[in-house]
C-alpha cells in the first residue's frame, strides 16, 4: 500500500466565474496530493454555497506530476466554458436523492445517490452528528464507491478496504481554545536540532534529543489525540528512532522533517492555518537542501513544485509577496538547469527570508 497524503486549503483569494447569466464569486480550494512525501496531484476547485444551503462545484484546474514536473492538465474543466455547474453538496438531502457531483461529457462524471442521511461518524474532537452517507458512480461506470459526508468537514471518506481517503482533521471544525502544548513545540524544535546535528553527524547529540522527544510525545499522547494524527506521529518517531541510530544522515535529517511536519499537523488545532503553512513552507526548504545535496533532480523538481503551492496558500503583503516570488522563479530555473549548489544556495537564503514575513489570515 502506498501511503496518501492530502492537503486541503481555502486559498485567500476567490475567483469570478460566469454561469448561466450570473458572475459568481467562488472560493478557491486548493488540493495537494502526495505519494510517498512526494507531489503526485494539485487541484484547484472552485466552490460557491446557493441559498438553500447546498455546495456548488465551478470547475477545477487539475495538474498532474511524474518526477516532480507537470504531467498533464486532464480533468480540468470550468463551468460555463465546458459544461454546467454541479451540485457537490445538497443543503437538505434524503434517502434516494440522486446528483451529479461532476458532469462534463469526455472529461469528468461522477453521481452521488444518498443511501444515509443523519449518521453519526466519530471525528477527531468527538462524535459528529449529521453526516451523510452516499454512494459515488464514476465516469468508468463500473465501480460504485461509498462517500460519506460530514457538516464542518466536508467529505469525510471515501473508498473502501486498502484504498480510501478519509479526513483526519478539518479547521475550523476541530480547533481548540488553547494556547500549543508545549509537548509539539518540544517535537518541532527536536526535529529542527536533529536535522542539523544529522546531517552534521553529531549522533550523540541527535540521540538524546531523540529521547527527549519521544518523552514529549509520550506525555502528549496520552491525552486525546486524533486518531490517524496519532499515527502517523508514531511512525515518524519510530523512522527517526531507526535512522539516529543507525547513523544513516540521509534517512535522519528526513526523518527529522517528517516528525515536524507531523507536529505541525497536530498543531493545526492551536495555531492559525497561516501560521502553519508558513511551516510547511520552512518544511519544504529544508528538503530541498537534503534532495539538491543529493543531486537528485525529480525530487528538487517536486519540492520547488510543492513551494510553489504552498506560497499560494499565504498572503502576503506586496514587498513581501514578491520578493517570496523571485526566489521561487529563480528556484525553478536552477532546478531546471540541475544547478544543484545553487539550489541548496537559494534554499538556505530563501528559510532567511522567511524570517519576519507579514502574513495575513
Known amino acids: 500500500m502506498v501511503p496518501l497524503r492530502i492537503e486541503t486549503t481555502l486559498l485567500p483569494e476567490t475567483k469570478?466565474?460566469?454561469?448561466?447569466?450570473?458572475r459568481v464569486q467562488a472560493l478557491q480550494s486548493q488540493f495537494c496530493a502526495y505519494l510517498e512525501g512526494r507531489i503526485n496531484e494539485v487541484a484547484v476547485d472552485l466552490y460557491a454555497q446557493a441559498d438553500d444551503g447546498s455546495v456548488w462545484y465551478f470547475g477545477e484546474d487539475v495538474v498532474d506530476y511524474a518526477r516532480g514536473v507537470a504531467a498533464t492538465t486532464e480533468g480540468t474543466w470550468r463551468a460555463g466554458l465546458?459544461?454546467?455547474?454541479?451540485?457537490?453538496?445538497?443543503?437538505?438531502?434524503?434517502?434516494?436523492d440522486v446528483y451529479r457531483t461532476e458532469n462534463i461529457?469526455?472529461?469528468?462524471?461522477?453521481?452521488?445517490?444518498?443511501?444515509?442521511?443523519?449518521?453519526?461518524v466519530n471525528?477527531?474532537?468527538?462524535?459528529?452528528?449529521?453526516?451523510?452517507?452516499?454512494?459515488?458512480?464514476?465516469?468508468?461506470?463500473?465501480?460504485?464507491?461509498p462517500k460519506t459526508f460530514a457538516p464542518g468537514h466536508g467529505e469525510w471518506f471515501s473508498g473502501g478496504g486498502h484504498d480510501f481517503e478519509a479526513n483526519a482533521l478539518s479547521v475550523p471544525a476541530d480547533a481548540l481554545p488553547a494556547p500549543t502544548p508545549a509537548?509539539?513545540?518540544?517535537?518541532?524544535?527536536?526535529?529542527?536540532?536533529?536535522?542539523?546535528?544529522?546531517?552534521?553527524?553529531?549522533?550523540?547529540?541527535?540521540?538524546?534529543?531523540?529521547?527527549?522527544?519521544?518523552s514529549a510525545w509520550n506525555t502528549f499522547q496520552a491525552g486525546e489525540v486524533p486518531e490517524r494524527l496519532g499515527v502517523q506521529?508514531?511512525?515518524?518517531?519510530?523512522?527517526?528512532?531507526?535512522?539516529?541510530?543507525?547513523r544513516n544522515r540521509r534517512e535522519g535529517a528526513q526523518a527529522a522533517l517528517d516528525v515536524a511536519n507531523a507536529s505541525l499537523d497536530l498543531q493545526l488545532r492551536y495555531r492559525p492555518p497561516v501560521e502553519v503553512n508558513l511551516g510547511r513552507f520552512e518544511l519544504w526548504t529544508r528538503r530541498l537542501l537534503v534532495d539538491a545535496a543529493a543531486r537528485n533532480a525529480a525530487a528538487v523538481h517536486g519540492d520547488v513544485?510543492?513551494?510553489?503551492?504552498?506560497?499560494?496558500?499565504?498572503?502576503?503583503?506586496?514587498?513581501?509577496?514578491?520578493?517570496?516570488?523571485?526566489?521561487?522563479?529563480?528556484?525553478?530555473?536552477?532546478?531546471?538547469?540541475?544547478?544543484?549548489?545553487?539550489?541548496?544556495?537559494?534554499?538556505?537564503r530563501l528559510r532567511e527570508t522567511l524570517e519576519g514575513l507579514n502574513a495575513t489570515p
Not at 82 to 95: L, Q, S, T
Not at 312 to 320: C, E, F, H, M, T
Open 233 to 246: 506521529m508514531r511512525e515518524a518517531l519510530h523512522a527517526l528512532v531507526t535512522a539516529v541510530g543507525g
Open 305 to 348: 513544485t510543492t513551494l510553489a503551492w504552498i506560497r499560494d496558500r499565504i498572503a502576503l503583503d506586496d514587498a513581501d509577496g514578491n520578493g517570496i516570488d523571485d526566489q521561487l522563479r529563480y528556484l525553478r530555473s536552477v532546478a531546471d538547469a540541475r544547478e544543484f549548489e545553487s539550489a541548496m544556495v537559494q534554499a538556505a
Open 16 to 22: 469570478t466565474v460566469e454561469w448561466s447569466g450570473q
Open 123 to 145: 471525528g477527531p474532537s468527538g462524535p459528529i452528528h449529521g453526516a451523510m452517507v452516499g454512494q459515488e458512480l464514476h465516469q468508468d461506470e463500473t465501480a460504485l464507491e
Open 82 to 96: 465546458d459544461g454546467p455547474a454541479a451540485m457537490i453538496m445538497p443543503g437538505h438531502p434524503k434517502v434516494g
Open 105 to 120: 461529457p469526455g472529461v469528468a462524471f461522477e453521481q452521488v445517490t444518498v443511501k444515509q442521511v443523519d449518521v453519526t
Open 183 to 214: 509537548e509539539l513545540t518540544s517535537l518541532s524544535s527536536g526535529a529542527d536540532h536533529v536535522f542539523d546535528t544529522a546531517r552534521s553527524k553529531d549522533w550523540n547529540a541527535a540521540a538524546a534529543t531523540v529521547r527527549s522527544m519521544t
